[in-house]
């Protein structure tokens, strides 16, 4: 009888052995950035979240959370979109876009077909 049981309970205790991953944990870009602000300040500058409500505006870039108006480094963030915030310093702009890698196209409109053809 214990020689029949024990490779169940072998399996059943590596099948509660096995890790589940964190549901709530936040992708590896963003957990990459606010790891290490020091490497992040010296790199580019990546937009993670922006935050509209009625009575504030604010992003977080890099791990940092800024609002309107505020000094990041040493640009002012001085717009706040719904999609991207622009950092502007004495002698450049900077747009950071919330997701750079999707480019938006224009819709095509559907070709129909002729409405003097019969189906048969």
Known sequence: ???ACLPLWLLA?????QTVPDPTRPPDLISAVSRDPAASS???????SILISPGRRMAIISGQTVQLHEKFGDSRL???GETEVILRNS????TLKLFPEIKVRPVLQPVRKST?????
């Open 42 to 48: 010296a790199a580019d500058p990546v937009l993670q």
């Open 116 to 120: 003097n053809q019969r189906v048969r």
């Open 13 to 17: 205790s590596s099948a509660i052995a």
């Open 78 to 80: 001085t717009h706040i």
């Open 1 to 3: 009888m214990v020689q």
């Open 91 to 94: 002698t450049t702009e900077q």
